[in-house]
């Protein structure tokens, strides 16, 4: 039996200028599609970390969690079972350094996928 590839992520929401809630999406540039922060755990983190961690290096956002929201299952492309909890945040503080280095991340992956 295949383990489960357990995720986390957060749905991160602002009043925005013009009084209307906002929320974060982040572009992937591997599959030009725009998703929710989200990502596979670390050895040894929780899901709460996961996705505070994820939010801060995908979004450069350091957030806090208002409730748990709802589980998703599903199979991944190659097949795999895959569940990812999210949380409804909101932002607290901008981690700057984060977003940079995560860009860059992306960056390298994307380089790597092409060639």
Same mark, same amino acid.
């Given at each position: ?15 925005? =200028?013009? $009084?209307?809630? +906002? *929320?974060?999406?982040?572009? @992937? ?12 755990? =670390?050895? $040894?983190?929780? +899901? *709460?970390?996961?996705?505070? @961690?994820?939010?801060?290096?995908e979004a450069g956002l350091r957030c806090e969690i208002e409730r748990e929201l709802a589980t998703t299952r599903y199979r991944d492309s190659s097949g ?36």
């Amino acid at each position: 039996m295949t383990d489960v590839i357990r995720a986390a992520g957060g749905i991160v929401r602002r009043l925005g =200028e013009a $009084g209307l809630e +906002e *929320v974060l999406l982040v572009h @992937r540039p591997a599959y030009d599609d725009w998703t929710f922060p989200k990502g596979k755990l =670390e050895p $040894g983190e929780d +899901e *709460v970390d996961a996705a505070i @961690r994820e939010i801060e290096e995908e979004a450069g956002l350091r957030c806090e969690i208002e409730r748990e929201l709802a589980t998703t299952r599903y199979r991944d492309s190659s097949g795999r079972p895959k569940t990812v909890r999210y949380w409804l945040m909101v932002p607290v503080a901008a981690c700057v350094a984060s977003a940079l280095g995560a860009r860059a991340r992306s960056r390298r992956r994307t380089r790597r996928r092409l060639t």
